[in-house]
């Protein structure tokens, strides 16, 4: 059973990085694409981008300004920064796996509220 | 960037009725790469459907997909009052992969 277990800060000033990470368990690391999707309190999903085992990435064209996925292999664990933040990235965000290579998502990190706020 | 719309934004129905989702995409999703989710408040969404109108592991057979191309519809055939949640579809047929703006289903 694949479990992820996330964690990062929950409060952050305007134009800090926000930084998560999140650990992998219970499956293999390689053949799936690992992603980080976030919702704002009240409001819809938004995938922010993907990582394989190799270091491959896509992201959403809306935040790759600002966003780098990164792998660590040797650990099982992926992490998320999203440099330049505002209010508008106050969100829960939650690290998911992808299934057999397409992009839809049966497992979920628990998800961690980050605030920005001066 | 494909832009999927569902409707109704709220369904309000009472338990044992059934339930009819829609979701719409800007543009033909491929090999019908559309997925449905359940989330429940304070919880991580649930994969409920994928490929359309396969279950998930674990999903009630009362869920039920269906559709192609544009148009897309999640059917819940008796209403459980368990099932009151956000439902929210998703396209990953083509990068960025989006979601629906979801729709609430109230049991009364």
């Known amino acids: 059973q694949v479990q992820l277990q996330q964690w990062g800060a929950g409060l952050l000033k305007p134009s800090e990085t926000l930084s998560l990470t999140c650990a992998v368990s219970?499956?293999?690391?390689?053949?799936?694409?690992w992603a980080w999707i976030r919702q704002p309190p009240g409001k819809g999903l938004e995938w922010i981008g993907e990582i394989n085992h190799t270091g491959s990435t896509n992201y959403n064209p809306s935040l790759k300004s600002r966003v780098t996925i990164s792998i660590d292999t040797s650990n099982n664990q992926f992490s998320l920064n999203l440099r330049s933040v505002t209010a508008a990235d106050t969100a829960v965000y939650y690290c998911?796996?992808?299934?057999?290579?397409?992009?839809?998502?049966?497992?979920w990190g628990q998800g961690t509220l980050v605030t920005v706020s001066s | 960037e494909i832009v999927l719309t569902q409707s109704p934004g709220t369904l309000s129905l009472s338990p044992g009725e059934r339930a009819t989702l829609s979701c719409r995409a800007s543009?033909?999703?491929?090999?019908?790469?559309l997925a449905w989710y359940q989330q429940k408040p304070g919880q991580a969404p649930r994969l409920l459907i994928y490929?359309?109108?396969s279950r998930a592991t674990g999903i009630p057979d009362r869920f039920s997909g269906s559709g192609s191309g544009t148009d897309f519809t999640l059917t819940i055939s008796r209403l459980e009052p368990e099932d009151l949640a956000v439902y929210y579809c998703q396209q990953y047929g083509s990068a960025p992969f989006t979601f629906g703006p979801g729709t609430r289903v109230d049991i009364k």
């Open positions: 219970g499956g293999s690391f390689s053949g799936s694409y």
């Open positions: 490929g359309a109108s």
């Open positions: 998911v796996r992808d299934t057999l290579g397409s992009a839809y998502f049966f497992y």
């Open positions: 543009q033909s999703i491929t090999s019908s790469y």
